[in-house]
């Protein structure tokens, strides 16, 4: 992977490509080319927005309605069912983001581009961090579309405007976790089949959750446990705690943790995964 | 008709061979209605002690006539994934060329999905009643259940397969489904009909699914209701959307 080649670093890449030919581009703008070509190529693929957008706001719209009885459940929080239920959108999202951005790479890969990045001075580092950006840029528009939705139908946000604010921060750390796992699947599978094939796997982490009621009032034993050390009941329980508690420490501490130590994690996994991928190539 | 059963049963049989042979295909089609029965029936048990909430055989048999006619109709939308696929692969071109009476290959799909469904079908029983799931009804209401069943997969396949021909594309595969899991879920999916509020409400007491679900939930609680309502709808359902894959297999000839 050097750096001294004299030819465009990235051909086909926006700007770099107009870049002067021996000057070797830095970090900051090899991973500004590669999120641009993410981003631009998300946005194109509207089909492929629309749905993860919309399905989590029609499960929500459904639920939220038609689980609202829960709330006569005795030891149910003071609040409407669609309060509590506002929290999984931003999770499901992030799924979705996980797919979206796993699929890209895995298509990148399949179509032998990032065979030819290989062959540029571009350095691995950068080419995760880059194809990130667009699935970054996808969870900054779902969360602020769902948590408008949300307010927009009657939500209110215990923790007011700040909270908000961390909320949002919250979601975007989640599903910034969630896009790294999609890009290590692809990294280590190398097909978008593979990628789209663990969906269902990574929605059921959302069922088996807390996602429907308070861990306290699961009553099935064997759920309640699975609910308690599925680090998914934690994401979700810290964005629900701003909607519905106001600033719960623990709630935060807990759902940032996790939400970081996903990130870390399955960058770690994929970098490692990436490296691996440069060495065959 | 010699040639209209000749077809159907190739194309049937195509079907559920490439399910059996492909557990990328089948597994999906059968562990997530097992995981919407274990997180409804066991994560939402707690929604029976709900004040109102009346069904004598308990939560989980509550849940189960959900998953069971969800599975029917997933079994139907995954179909239609598996038409879009062979549009994708060149395969479904080739086989309007071959085939003599190609309405066939509309009812060898179906069949393919009822065979899909029925292996799904048997799999969530099973773990049901593994889970300790109360059944009250008769042999007789247990068979009006699967005959509920049928009917859901013969309508969702329909729907799927017209979608699948029109578009011939697996990027149909969000606009096949999608329209199936919304119906289904404006049904009374957690509680009773009675004890929804609002527009879920409104919309669950219009939802044809709505008729479906209580009449195998009463089934089952062996105090049987809606059921004529049910098959009624059913029935149509299944015409509106045979003619909708006609249609679409219309659509599929003129591209060529």
């Known amino acids: 992977m050097s750096s001294t080649s004299g030819r465009p670093a990235l051909a086909g890449a926006g700007s770099l490509a107009a870049a002067p030919a021996l000057r070797s581009p830095s970090l900051f703008e090899q991973v500004g080319a590669i999120a641009r070509r993410s981003v631009v190529r998300t946005f194109r693929q509207r089909a492929l927005l629309v749905f993860p957008l919309l399905f989590p706001l029609i499960l929500f719209a459904i639920n939220g309605s038609a689980l609202s009885a829960a709330r006569k459940i005795p030891g149910f929080p003071d609040v409407s069912y669609r309060d509590f239920a506002l929290a999984v959108p931003f999770l499901q999202g992030a799924l979705f983001v996980a797919i979206t951005a796993g699929t890209d790479l895995a298509r990148d890969i399949q179509s032998g581009f990032f065979d030819r990045l290989a062959l540029t001075p571009l350095r691995g580092s ?46 975007i750390l989640i599903a910034f976790g969630f896009a790294g796992l999609g890009s290590l699947l692809a990294l280590r599978f190398g097909t978008g089949e593979a990628v789209q094939g663990f969906f269902p796997l990574l929605f059921v982490t959302v069922f088996l959750s807390s996602s429907s009621l308070p861990r306290n009032l699961i009553k099935t034993d064997w759920f309640k446990e699975v609910a308690t050390y599925n680090p998914v009941s934690y994401l979700i329980e810290g964005i629900r705690s701003l909607i519905i508690t106001g600033w719960d420490g623990e709630a935060l501490a807990l759902g940032f943790g996790f939400a970081l130590a996903l990130s870390v994690l399955t960058l770690g996994f994929a970098g490692a995964a990436m490296k691996n991928r440069l060495v065959r190539t | ?93 080739r086989l309007l060329l071959t085939a003599p009476r190609r309405s066939g290959i509309i009812a060898g799909y179906a069949v393919g999905a009822l065979g899909r469904w029925l292996l799904t079908a048997t799999v969530i029983t099973v773990a049901a009643l593994l889970a300790g799931m109360d059944v009250v009804g008769n042999g007789g209401e247990l068979v009006g259940i699967v005959g509920l069943g049928v009917g859901m997969n013969l309508v969702a396949a329909l729907w799927a397969c017209g979608v699948a021909m029109f578009l011939r594309t697996e990027q149909a595969g969000a606009l096949i489904q999608m329209p199936v899991f919304v119906v289904l879920f404006l049904a009374p999916v957690y509680v009773p009909l009675n004890l929804l509020s609002g527009w879920i409400h409104t919309v669950a007491r219009i939802n044809p699914a709505t008729a479906a679900l209580e009449a195998a939930r009463g089934l089952l609680a062996g105090s049987p209701v809606k ?26 000839e003129r591209a060529g």
């Not at chain 2, 194309?11 to 492909?22: D, E, F, G, K, M």
Request: proline fraction near 3%; include cysteine; charge should be positive.
């Open chain 2, 227 to 252: 059921v004529a309502l049910a098959f009624a709808l059913l029935a149509g359902g299944a015409l509106i959307t045979a003619a909708w894959a006609r249609r679409g297999l219309a659509s599929a």
């Open chain 2, 1 to 93: 008709m010699r040639r209209f059963v000749y077809v159907a049963r190739a194309v049937a049989w195509r079907s559920i061979h490439n399910t059996l042979a492909n557990p990328a295909i089948l597994l999906p089609s059968l562990i997530f209605p097992l995981f919407f029965l274990a997180a409804f029936a066991g994560g939402l048990s707690k929604v029976a002690e709900v004040p109102n909430f009346h069904y004598a055989p308990g939560y989980t048999a509550f849940q189960f006539a959900f998953v069971f006619l969800q599975s029917a109709a997933f079994g139907g939308v995954f179909t239609g994934f598996a038409i879009a696929r062979d549009f994708d692969s060149g395969f479904a071109r």
């Open chain 1, 126 to 171: 950068a080419l995760l961090a880059g194809q990130l950006g667009g699935a970054v840029v996808v969870a900054c528009v779902q969360s602020l579309v769902y948590l408008f939705v949300g307010i927009a139908s009657g939500v209110g946000i215990a923790s007011g405007f700040g909270g908000a604010l961390v909320l949002l921060a919250l979601s």
